[in-house]
């Protein structure tokens, strides 16, 4: 894991002295210094969802264009299961990288500690500092140094189907036993299934972890928990709700399938978060859009969590338009902008005072999410966070189609972030 760390650290800090080291009027790219006036091109690797937010985020970086006319921002949408690699591979190479790029809240600690980002403190692309909400500031923090702007923060909830739950003649569910009891009802009345259970993703995982008193580390005493006893409870609710009827799962390309399935009235629930709004309300059964019900996901045997989600903006350290790039993040992140994406994407704003736009006051989705965000569980904010996953979805599927055991699934999970993890218990 921690091989070349040294090596590729070196090449973004030269590449990012070299960008330092121009002359005082203009950049190697034609950017104005002197001046003031920014020029030059900025490439923005957007991981949002293709094909509904991506329209809106493309257009609302073409509103940067209008205020800054000599320079190009040239939006790349990369799909959010590649970008990850994708960015390090470029960063490590110094060929190929982003000005900018929409980080997933795991990744930035990873890529700020590979070297690959540009501190951003004392820079114009982090203004008012005391008006992001801490946990979504928390997440832009590696060893004392700033390397990212919170964009949106979200977390789980249950998304559900008024309109079954009306013909079944149930209740939103409160807990995991209510779930079950519902789906079985549900399946009853209708014939449908209760719950769509993502199967490929251990994120979608971690509120029935949560549920149980467990988590995957513990950072603060340098501690696996992910084998201990709540770990194996939460891998047998999921187990349960599958081999129960009361939810449905899949191995491969899970997105699609919850949201088809969802979105066409094959199933009256699915666990989702406010980035899929958008796309749920273009799905047959949300036409009329107050057929969508949302509320937080059922609680567990020990307690009701949802992890801490969220994208932030963060600037390539070998970015040679350096000027440019703090400014393009500070104008996707204010509050003016974090209130146009609230009203056409029903997505948080990391700002508090983005809260008391109107267009964010009277949202019906960030009303409900707001709080769900205020007591959601953050995961560790350490350069292996986002790591951490592939090891737990490969024993999480196998636990959901039988191929695995719950103990096992936790024992392999386990052993894999002891490697993973040097020194940690």
């Not at 009361?246 to 629930?269: L, R």
């Not at 008391?356 to 989705?365: H, K």
């Not at 560790?380 to 196998?398: C, D, M, N, R």
Request: hydrophobic fraction near 35%; include cysteine; glycine fraction near 8%.
């Amino acid at each position: 894991m921690r091989r070349g760390i040294t090596a590729t650290a070196l090449v973004a800090a030269l590449a990012l002295a070299a960008t330092a080291c121009g002359s005082d009027d203009s950049s190697s790219d034609g950017t104005s210094k002197s001046s003031g006036e920014l020029s030059g091109t900025v490439t923005w690797w957007d991981t949002s969802t293709a094909g509904s937010e991506d329209k809106v985020f493309k257009k609302i970086a073409e509103g940067f264009e209008k205020e800054h006319p000599k320079v190009d921002v040239k939006y790349v949408n990369v799909p959010f299961g590649d970008a990850q690699n994708k960015f390090k591979n470029a960063a490590q190479s110094g060929s190929g990288a982003p000005d900018v790029i929409r980080s997933e809240v795991a990744w930035t600690p990873e890529f700020a500690d590979l070297g690959y980002l540009a501190p951003l403190d004392s820079t114009p692309a982090l203004q008012k500092t005391d008006d992001f909400l801490k946990q979504a500031a928390a997440s832009t923090k590696y060893n004392g140094k700033t390397y990212a702007v919170p964009q949106v923060i979200d977390s789980l909830g249950i998304f559900y189907n008024k309109k079954i739950f009306k013909e079944a003649g149930v209740e939103v569910p409160q807990t995991v036993d209510g779930l079950k009891a519902a789906s079985k009802k549900i399946k009853s009345k209708t014939g449908k299934t209760g719950l769509y259970l993502r199967g490929d993703d251990a994120y979608w995982f971690l509120s029935f972890l949560y549920g149980e008193g467990g988590d995957m580390v513990d950072a603060s005493s340098k501690s696996v928990t992910i084998d201990n006893p709540a770990g194996v409870k939460a891998m047998k609710v999921v187990k349960d709700l599958v081999d129960s009827g009361a939810a449905k799962t899949d191995a491969t390309d899970g997105w699609e399938n919850m949201q088809s399935s969802f979105k066409d009235g094959k199933v009256a629930m699915m666990i989702n978060g406010p980035w899929a709004v958008a796309d749920t309300y273009a799905g047959k059964e949300f036409k009329d859009k107050a057929n969508l019900g949302v509320a937080p996901v059922p609680a567990g045997s020990a307690a009701q969590g949802a992890p801490q989600g969220g994208h932030n903006l963060a600037v390539y350290a070998g970015s040679k338009n350096l000027d440019a790039s703090y400014a393009f993040v500070d104008y996707m992140t204010s509050v003016k902008t974090q209130a146009q994406v609230t009203k056409e994407l029903n997505l948080l704003p990391t700002r508090t005072s983005a809260y008391a736009q109107e267009s964010v006051v009277d949202n019906e989705i960030v009303g409900f999410f707001k709080p769900v965000v205020e007591s959601a569980v953050e995961r560790p904010w350490i350069p292996e966070t986002g790591s951490l996953f592939a090891p737990l979805v490969t024993e999480y599927t196998k636990v959901l189609t039988g191929q695995t055991t719950p103990e096992k699934a936790v024992d392999t999970t386990g052993d894999s972030y002891r490697k993973l993890l040097k020194g940690w218990k």
